[in-house]
């Protein structure tokens, strides 16, 4: 945590009659995100004690907290008063959750955007490659679709904007970028960002109620190169309900 | 007991609901849950249900059902009534805002609703698996509701049987309405992000709907909202059912249901809990008006809905149907009585009368 002082006051913004946003700034920013990860964490130890009554959930995302509530049973005034007081305590907490390395396929029918990014980029397939599994990118939030997950951390060297006319259909399992950011659609779906590779890993999946999803914002994931045939094999597992998932975690961090 | 429903006929925009998935949003899961959940409540009541029961929402056509196992009481709510067609082929009309009693074999063909949705509530509630919390049912990730997909011919419901007395019946006794005026909203949470102009226009002029609607949310078309300086994107933040959005093209989206749970487009305001439902309702082409209220305003008319439901849960009449075998009646002298409401039941076509309460 660090000192309160040092941080600009947050905003609350209304959401209807049933939710509060309380903003941190506009920004992708990780010191932005500190904030919005530190108060959420507030949020979860006051929630443990029985202190948010009336309280339903909250989401975080890049630069805010929504958090919504029961107006029936909690007065959006006094809720206002609340936030605003521990949004002004509450402090910045860097990305602390699980380190992930994610089996990624980047063959041509995985990744149909990877040439004319690398020739965007003046780089060739395989420096592109290296720069997505060299870096390690950082979960900001959840959201879109059931466990996608906005990551930062994108070089700048590859740097796009969305496609002009998004898809109608991405193939559930891509991994894609935009801007400064890479995401993994866990549904098909339609979709402008730009498609660099596949994961054979489920990211969302109902029927695991600990843990449905398989990132949570903090988390940090090192995409990582594998080919068609260990590709093919994982799916398989994953399909059988056989993958432990553990395995992906780097080693000195838990779940 | 328990009972079980084949589904005969699935319908049209057939999908299992209840309150809604809370606590995942988090995760990028949306609510989902009724359209209209006074409706709901209003279904479940009569069927003799806890009001947040799973239910049936029809969204053009209902399903037809037919009782395998157990009785099963059926309660209707909304502009949709049904034919109640028995083992002895006899077929008996059930009017909207009541009960209808299936003995096993009997058959349920629920009709179209006349516009927005309408609730079948089955007696116990629709038993499908709870997943992440909910029954409700949310297409595109395949969650909650019948294997997370709609019910389709010859899936079987799971339900109570009734308790008590089966040849019992329940109406309301006047439709359900909800307000009606301007739609309330609550300016925010970037009503910044938009001229002096297209706020006064958002709250003056009209908004039709277009035909461009769905259970994630609904386009309209009016005076273009335009965007200031701050621009027609922002870095995602949370979203909201009842959540108004505009995009560059200055045309606002409201939010509904099954609605992401963050976006990325300036959100020049959001409706009030207590008017969210009336929006389960519209059709293309209906104007819609917006007025600015405080939280205030919001939490009083969030207040006066659930006291006036109470009220209306509180008339709900018991009554005796013709067309089965009513042994009570039989033993009791007097089968027509009371007051009339003669379009309620047909047997053969013939229009039945009965007592307005024989309870």
Redesign the interface.
């Given at each position: 945590m660090t000192n309160e002082l040092a941080h600009p006051p947050a905003r609350l913004l209304s959401v209807g009659d049933a939710a509060w946003t309380v903003e941190f700034g506009n920004a992708i920013d990780p010191a932005i995100h500190g904030r919005v990860l530190g108060f959420s964490s507030l949020l979860d130890t006051l929630s443990n004690d029985g202190r948010l009554d009336g309280v339903v959930e909250w989401v975080p995302t890049f630069r805010s907290v929504t958090v919504h509530f029961d107006p029936l049973r909690t007065d959006a005034l006094a809720l206002h008063d609340l936030l605003a007081e521990l949004a002004g305590k509450s402090g910045s907490l860097s990305a602390a959750g699980c380190r992930w390395r994610i089996p990624v396929c980047f063959d041509a029918d995985c990744a149909p955007d990877l040439d004319e990014v690398a020739a965007a980029k003046g780089m060739s397939r395989e420096e592109v490659v290296r720069l997505m599994t060299e870096t390690v990118f950082t979960v900001y939030m959840l959201g879109f679709l059931p466990g996608f997950p906005y990551l930062g951390g994108l070089p700048e060297a590859l740097d796009m904007p969305r496609l002009a006319t998004p898809r109608k259909v991405v193939p559930s399992r891509s991994i894609a970028i935009a801007g400064r950011m890479c995401a993994a659609y866990p549904w098909e779906s339609p979709g402008g960002w730009r498609l660099l590779g596949r994961t054979p890993l489920r990211l969302f999946d109902a029927a695991n109620a600990r843990r449905p999803a398989l990132l949570a914002p903090g988390d940090q994931v090192v995409w990582q190169a594998v080919d068609r045939e260990t590709f093919d094999a994982f799916e398989r597992e994953c399909a059988a309900g056989r993958f432990d998932l553990s395995s992906l975690l780097t080693e000195g961090e838990t779940a | 007991m328990s009972a079980i429903l084949e589904i005969i006929d699935a319908g049209l925009a057939v999908s299992v609901q209840d309150r809604g998935r809370?606590?995942?949003?988090?995760?990028?899961?949306?609510v989902s849950g009724a359209l209209d959940p006074v409706l709901m409540a209003a279904a479940n009541e009569l069927a003799g249900n806890a009001s947040e029961a799973a239910v049936l929402e029809v969204g053009l056509s209902g399903p037809s059902l037919k009782a395998l196992s157990g009785t099963v009481r059926v309660g209707l709510s909304g502009e949709m009534g049904a034919q109640l067609v028995n083992t002895r082929g006899q077929v008996l009309k059930v009017a909207p805002w009541q009960t209808a009693t299936l003995f096993p074999g009997d058959v349920i063909r629920i009709g179209g609703v006349s516009h927005g949705v309408g609730y079948v509530a089955l007696s116990g509630g629709v038993q499908v698996a709870e997943?992440?919390g909910s029954r409700s049912t949310?297409l595109?990730?395949?969650?909650g509701g019948v294997q997370?997909r709609a019910p389709r011919v010859g899936d079987r419901l799971q339900c109570d049987a009734v308790r008590g007395d089966p040849w019992l019946e329940f109406r309301a006794r006047a439709p359900w309405h909800h307000d009606t005026g301007p739609i309330r909203?609550?300016?925010?949470?970037?009503e910044d992000h938009f001229t002096r102009e297209a706020v006064e226009n958002f709250l003056s002029r009209p908004y039709a709907v277009t035909r461009d609607m769905d259970r994630m949310g609904l386009r309209l078309d009016g005076e273009k909202l335009a965007h200031n300086e701050k621009g027609a994107e922002?870095?995602?933040?949370?979203?909201?059912p009842?959540?108004i959005q505009v995009p560059a093209n200055g045309q606002p989206i409201v939010l509904m249901a099954d609605c992401?749970?963050?976006?990325g487009y300036p959100?020049i305001a959001?409706?009030?809990?207590a008017d969210l439902p009336r929006l389960a309702h519209v059709r293309p082409g209906d104007e819609l008006r917006f007025v600015a209220v405080s939280?205030?305003e919001?939490?009083a008319a969030?207040?006066d809905q659930?006291q006036r439901l109470a009220a209306w849960v509180g008339m709900i009449q018991s009554f005796r149907p013709p067309g089965v075998i009513d042994e009570a009646a039989l033993y009791g002298a007097n089968l027509i009585c009371g007051a009339v409401r003669g379009d309620e039941w047909t047997l053969h076509g013939v229009n039945l009368q009965y007592g307005a309460h024989h309870g």
């Open positions: - | 809370a606590g995942y949003r988090n995760i990028g899961v949306p997943q992440l949310y595109r990730a395949a969650i997370g909203v609550i300016l925010g949470p970037q922002i870095v995602s933040d949370g979203v909201a009842g959540t992401q749970t963050s976006g959100k959001t409706v009030i809990r939280h205030a919001a939490a969030l207040r659930v």
